[in-house]
């Protein structure tokens, strides 16, 4: 019969694997508040770039309110204003004119 201080102390040896659980689950809710959302926005943005033809209302990176002109492969020509057209990174758009922010609510 086994001695039951023995298992007793048996039982109270901590496991080599409860030392790795607390930082995987960290790990775990951090992904999933944090980094996964972040990564469903960028690319949410990387499909709005690339599909940017002439005539969008756009918000160029720096705060710029513009109307693209000319769409090229990697590049924008975009009107500031009446007279200011500037050609910029299709990467520098922030957005859609008049689209909610993530953050605001509806």
Same mark, same amino acid.
């Given at each position: %019969?086994? *001695?039951?201080? %023995? !298992? !007793?102390?048996? +039982? +109270?040896? #901590?496991? #080599?694997?409860?030392?790795? !659980?607390? #930082?995987? %689950? %960290?790990?775990? /809710?951090?992904?999933? /508040?944090?980094?996964?959302?972040?990564?469903?926005?960028?690319?949410?943005?990387?499909?709005?770039?690339?599909?940017? @033809? =002439? $005539? *969008?209302?756009?918000?160029?990176?720096?705060?710029?309110?513009?109307?693209?002109? +000319? +769409?090229?492969?990697?590049?924008?020509?975009?009107?500031?204003?009446?007279?200011? @057209?500037? @050609?910029?990174?299709?990467? =520098?758009?922030? $957005? !859609?004119?008049?689209?909610?922010? #993530?953050?605001?609510?509806?």
């Amino acid at each position: %019969m086994a *001695d039951p201080c %023995m !298992l !007793l102390a048996q +039982a +109270a040896e #901590p496991s #080599p694997y409860g030392a790795l !659980l607390l #930082p995987l %689950m %960290m790990f775990t /809710i951090f992904y999933f /508040i944090w980094y996964q959302p972040m990564q469903r926005n960028r690319k949410k943005l990387e499909e709005l770039q690339k599909a940017l @033809k =002439a $005539g *969008d209302k756009v918000i160029i990176n720096p705060g710029f309110f513009a109307t693209v002109v +000319a +769409a090229e492969a990697d590049a924008l020509t975009v009107r500031l204003d009446e007279k200011t @057209k500037v @050609k910029v990174l299709r990467s =520098a758009v922030a $957005g !859609l004119q008049g689209e909610p922010l #993530p953050t605001e609510n509806k």
